[in-house]
């Protein structure tokens, strides 16, 4: 099995906005087409048998978003610390928009998150890719699963597994602190692993999980390690409304990418070992990864729309949001740097771009909110 990366194309505006930037992109990573002189990507091939992306020179990175609302502090954060975690690699730095779940999201906020990192001066390599695009390819890689019996129907609602988890107390921890209601889900018991005969209606579609600790470390927090089968149970890969789970989506979008690194908020940290188990599942190469601090409210919640977290207007001073930023990741811009075009500011923190001076910390006050 071979993916194909897609020739990818810089968009022509934020190349004008961003000559320095661009060309120390181009020189470090890029070959140009000789027909067209247009920067191409290097090939890809990944194959099943390799499940390390160690053995890749090239480095690829994104930013994730979903388009529930605008930009927050928080996914500021996470853009920039992706992008400058990218370009001081010499890497690539690719936009996946994660419309996966159209009642939760807001017309608009797609184009308004581009325009927003556009306003940055922040760049991407090809065009952005779109899961709600991406059907056939989630739909594919169940087939997989399911021809392996690696997944099984399950009819249990969402109060019947709270019930059952209820009965048999629960032993997950989250990873990260600020967990609100929404994304704390019970362990899922088993109850329809072993039936005989699925019962008619809708259904999930879950992954069997196996008895074994998934084990990474994060370049970040360190050693991490989580037992599936104790911690979170066989997860769903579709919800039973047909909806395509978070989950295997971001698993078959980072292949098709090429996404060696992924560099994200540390919410997602106790998301991370399905994500291996279940790339390993599929065969794909297992990225790195650094789970960056997240923001949180002065209530110690993650910033999200729920929360009221307050939006990112880049029109209005957008280098003193990304002085901010580069604050909160333990970087220190210069004095009047708040007062610079922002993609200058951007500019100095691909220079100064230092891992180690990142807080080991899954967690730390948004400065923005106090
Ligand atoms: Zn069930």
């Known amino acids: 099995m071979k993916y194909k990366v897609r020739p990818t194309r810089i968009s022509p505006r934020s190349s004008a906005q961003m000559p320095k930037i661009r060309k120390a992109f181009d020189v470090a990573t890029a070959d140009r087409s000789p027909r067209t002189g247009r920067v191409m990507p290097a090939p890809i091939e990944l194959s099943t048998d390799q499940h390390s992306v160690d053995q890749q020179p090239t480095y690829r990175g994104r930013f994730a978003p979903s388009p529930t609302g605008p930009l927050h502090f928080g996914s500021l954060v996470a853009a920039l610390g992706s992008y400058l975690d990218a370009f001081s690699h010499g890497g690539k730095?690719?936009?996946?928009?994660?419309?996966?779940?159209?009642?939760?999201?807001?017309?608009?906020?797609?184009?308004?998150?581009?325009?927003?990192?556009?306003?940055?001066?922040?760049?991407?390599?090809?065009?952005?890719?779109?899961?709600?695009?991406?059907?056939?390819?989630?739909?594919?890689?169940?087939?997989?699963?399911?021809?392996?019996?690696?997944?099984?129907?399950?009819?249990?609602?969402?109060?019947?597994?709270?019930?059952?988890?209820?009965?048999?107390?629960?032993?997950?921890?989250?990873?990260?602190?600020?967990?609100?209601?929404?994304?704390?889900?019970?362990?899922?018991?088993?109850?329809?692993?072993?039936?005989?005969?699925?019962?008619?209606?809708?259904?999930?579609?879950?992954?069997?999980?196996?008895?074994?600790?998934?084990?990474?470390?994060?370049?970040?927090?360190?050693?991490?390690?989580?037992?599936?089968?104790?911690?979170?149970?066989?997860?769903?890969?579709?919800?039973?409304?047909?909806?395509?789970?978070?989950?295997?989506?971001?698993?078959?979008?980072?292949?098709?990418?090429?996404i060696t690194d992924i560099v994200r908020g540390a919410d997602l940290l106790d998301s991370t070992p399905r994500q291996i188990f279940l790339g390993q599942q599929l065969g794909l190469p297992v990225p790195r990864y650094l789970h960056l601090p997240v923001a949180v409210n002065p209530a110690g919640g993650k910033l999200s729309k729920q929360t009221r977290a307050m939006p990112i207007d880049a029109m209005h001073a957008p280098a003193a949001w990304l002085c901010n930023a580069l604050r909160f990741l333990g970087h220190a811009p210069p004095h009047d740097a708040p007062s610079w075009p922002a993609r200058e500011v951007l500019a100095w923190g691909a220079k100064h771009w230092r891992r180690e001076n990142l807080p080991r910390t899954r967690a730390q006050p948004d400065p923005t909110q106090f």
């Open 93 to 258: 730095w690719l936009v996946r928009i994660e419309d996966l779940d159209p009642p939760r999201e807001i017309p608009g906020a797609s184009d308004h998150i581009l325009a927003t990192l556009e306003s940055f001066g922040f760049e991407w390599t090809g065009s952005v890719l779109y899961q709600s695009t991406r059907h056939a390819a989630y739909e594919a890689a169940l087939g997989r699963l399911q021809s392996h019996a690696a997944t099984y129907r399950c009819h249990c609602t969402r109060k019947a597994i709270a019930l059952a988890a209820r009965a048999a107390p629960a032993t997950r921890r989250d990873f990260i602190v600020p967990a609100d209601a929404e994304t704390r889900e019970s362990i899922y018991p088993g109850t329809c692993r072993t039936l005989q005969q699925p019962a008619a209606g809708a259904y999930a579609l879950r992954l069997k999980v196996a008895g074994q600790t998934v084990a990474f470390v994060d370049a970040l927090q360190g050693p991490v390690a989580q037992s599936l089968q104790r911690e979170v149970g066989d997860f769903v890969l579709r919800r039973s409304d047909g909806l395509f789970a978070y989950q295997l989506a971001v698993v078959v979008d980072d292949a098709e990418q090429g």
